[in-house]
């Protein structure tokens, strides 16, 4: 593929719904552009983009994959994204590189969450937006009635570019309003021809809408239009440019995909209507450790800056590194500096990507995107430039991880593979973590969803060779108690040689700090000092374990008031013991606890779900702290629940608010666990103790 000068080169994102159709229109495009000489399916496994062998099992898209195309003398880089919202951080990268998205929305289909949610996203990055209206051949179509719906939706800034002309159920042509020209399939071509006079009425109506989209966008042009002049063709043109670039305008475009049909029209589009990344002025980013900022000119005479958007981790190719160059020129051989690893990294071989295929190049100029193989210390998000002009660029930011699973290994012995698989997964998906959780002894993955996890396992198998089964995460309970009581502990074994004598007398009471706190009040040396640290020490070694489900033992305060001891029995060991004897006697009548962690729980949802997300927080004996309005229409919920009642909370607020719903969780502090709870645990624990002993 030949070099393309900044101004030639369009980065679009395919966005949508899962199911409606994004990557089976990616090969269209590419099919249609010639950069494919075969136009493969979803179904049968043999497209450009779903490459991967998870996407190929599952017929649906897991990753963000890239593929260039040429047309009309410009260079479009598609990319092609994940719609099912499991798989959102991919969707992130992707639209972080773009600079204008099609959004699909299915004729049959009409408005889905994620057609929103790609909406809320571009618009937040202040993307141009076009919309792709889908499987217009298919039974049960109607384009009128989802450009009505997108209009409702997102306002009368979305307008009909094209309309179907349908003939007896079949897709014949094409309408374009701004030039009011009608165009009829005939093979793979289009033939301009007569608009059918049945379409007249409605075309008037969807033409309006333009006219006053295009009087908008200019000054002179709405002056023009409230004077009831007519515009030109050119000025229409010019006016949509101007708005749709803006994002301003969100034009809507339909088409089969399948059969290959309105993808000339939208191709034209994309080379008319997105803008080339230097056409969106300076990029910004900040001083390294500072908060100045510091602007760049997005072209290839400036100085070199990069971000690194996604990562690949393959067991035998190594580590790929997607980039997009923000400024300047990124060449193969070449020496840059990570300036947040504050590393020099080597640059190999560069190359362009198109879907698995990797087509070298010699460079990488302003507004391209490509990769390089075996990056030593660079990560997703990282920055590429020069150590003479250091700079960060604004880094992605990824959703928290909201489904967590302890994983337990299939076969003995494969603890370390599978640390080392999970650890790699991890550099390559930023919405994925492992944590060993210390206090359970388990590692627990967290993910966006079930999908998401049942992913990351299939990997786990198919690259790394371990299996794993998912269990649900123990919850670390503490123990502590609410009466003071005072208690013997009394240790005398006598065998063939020196025997074992401690006698101690504690008093147990409830603590001011979680660690315990260790007093002592011996008259007359009924216990020598040299033996206070074994008491104290067999307290601590004691609470690891709590009388009633053997949980650790918080804010205890332990006094030794008494004992007695034997000049040649006793020893550090023998009071070790009676004060572990004493524990045992002692917390018991001191009226023991289970103690639960609370989680501060913040949920995001649209209003109309408000009761009901509420409810299901009652049901989990969850407390509302307060409800506020949030941007976009939304409400935050703001809860304290126990932990032990928010596991698969993902997946329930997903069902209860139609996938609309985010929340983010984390440890409060520990409360008393009501008593109906709390003998169901001792229950559980004990059955547990039962089957290891």
Known sequence: ?????????????????????????????????????????????????????????????????LAPLEWQGHKINIIDTPGYFDFVGEMKQGIRVADGVIILVAAKDGVQVGTEKAWDEATSLKLSKMFFISKIDEEHADYFKVFDQLQEKFGKNVIAYEIPIMENGVFAGIVNIPTMKAYRFKGNDMVESEIPSSMSDIIEKYRE???????ESDEELLEKYFAGETFTEEEIMRGLQAGIKSGDISPVFCGSAVNQTGIKSLLDAVVNYIPAFCEKGKITGKKPNSDEIIELSPEPNETLSALVFKTIVDPFVGKISYVKVMSGVLNSDSTVYNVKKDKMEKIGQLFILKGKQQINTNRLITGDIGAVAKLTVTGTNDTLCTKEKPVILPEIVFPTPMLSMAVKPKTKGDEEKISAGLTRLMEEDPTFRVEQNQETKQTIISGIGDQHLDLILSKLKTKFKVEVDLVKPKIAYRETIRKKVKVEGKHKKQTGGHGQYADVWIEFEPGPTEDLVFEEKIFGGAVPKQFFPAVEKGLRESMQKGVLA?????????????????????????????????????????????????SHVEVIVPDAYMGDVIGDLNKRRGRILGMNPYHGGMQLVIAEVPEAEMFGYATDLRSITQDRGTFTMRFERYEEVPANVAEKIIEEAKKEREAEG
């Open 550 to 598: 053997g949980y650790p033992v918080v804010n205890l305060k332990a006094t030794l008031v008494d004992g007695k001891y034997h000049p040649v029995d006793s020893s550090e060991m023998a009071f070790k013991i009676a004060a572990n004897l004493a524990y045992k006697e002692g917390l018991p009548q001191a009226d023991p606890v289970l103690l639960e962690p609370i």
């Open 209 to 215: 809408d333009v006219l006053e989209a295009v009087a």
């Open 1 to 65: 593929m030949k070099e393309y000068s900044v101004d030639k080169i369009r980065n679009v994102c395919l966005l949508g719904h899962g199911g409606v159709g994004k990557t089976t229109l990616a090969e269209s495009m590419l099919f249609t552009a010639k950069a494919s000489d075969r136009f493969g399916s979803v179904v049968s496994g043999n497209t450009v983009m779903d490459y991967d062998p998870e996407e190929i099992k599952r017929k649906i898209s897991t990753n963000t994959a």
